[in-house]
């Protein structure tokens, strides 16, 4: 993928490259997520082991959806520019919840009703459109590998969680996270989706991010019960 980042010169006026201006109209919604109280608690180390086991506990759910549907992306011609063996989050996912609750722990979680939203959605647009589907993939993943980032020296530091706890965080297949995410915002570019299909893109990122918002509220209040 060698499509630059830099604007296009339609020689009247400088278009806006389309990872630029999704950053600048989701900024507002990253805020957001990114201050939910659950989030920042377990940030700020006012949360716990069983906090980031909870949250773990509900992306259990989220990635299987998100990696199952992604299957079909395969032979997409713009999904297949970001289905990525290296992202695949579920077996990650499984170690990690296997070293926390045991190999059993599929039988000891539920689904919060905000995961059951959010799994509902990623069916329904996963079956609609390759570009709504992404705009959920680039959120999850491309956050994983940016904040993700942080979130796992913060947790590591704070809860004293070891590496095998944390393989959600880790990403072996992708040793510089930088060029790898420099790559996607060009796919993103060279996808070949519509004005149209762009728009929807943002916007459903802004569910997306929603859905993630109402994810942390949930965890929020069941944590504190
Ligand atoms: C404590 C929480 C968080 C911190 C400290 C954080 C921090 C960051 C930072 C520094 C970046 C920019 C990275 C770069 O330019 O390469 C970023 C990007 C991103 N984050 Fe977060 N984040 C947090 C939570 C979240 C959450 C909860 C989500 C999603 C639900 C999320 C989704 C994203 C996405 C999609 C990007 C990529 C933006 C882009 O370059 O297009 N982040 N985050």
Redesign the pocket.
Known sequence: MNAPLASVDTGTAEVEPF?VR??TQ?QAA?TR????GF??N??GGSGSIDDYVALMSQYAFIYEALERVGESFRSDAAGSLFVNDALLRRDAINADLTYFLGPQWRETITALPATEAYVRRLDTVAARSSAEYVAHH???Y??D????Q??RV?VQRHYEIPDEGLNFLQFPLIPK??PF?DNY?AALEEAGWSAEERDAFIGE?DV??GL??DL?TELGASRSE
């Open positions: 990872a999704l950053r989701t990253h997520a990114e201050n939910a989030m920042s377990l940030m680039y959120l999850r491309l956050g590998l940016s904040g993700g942080i979130i913060m996270p930088k995410k915002r990122v997306a991010y993630n918002f942390f």
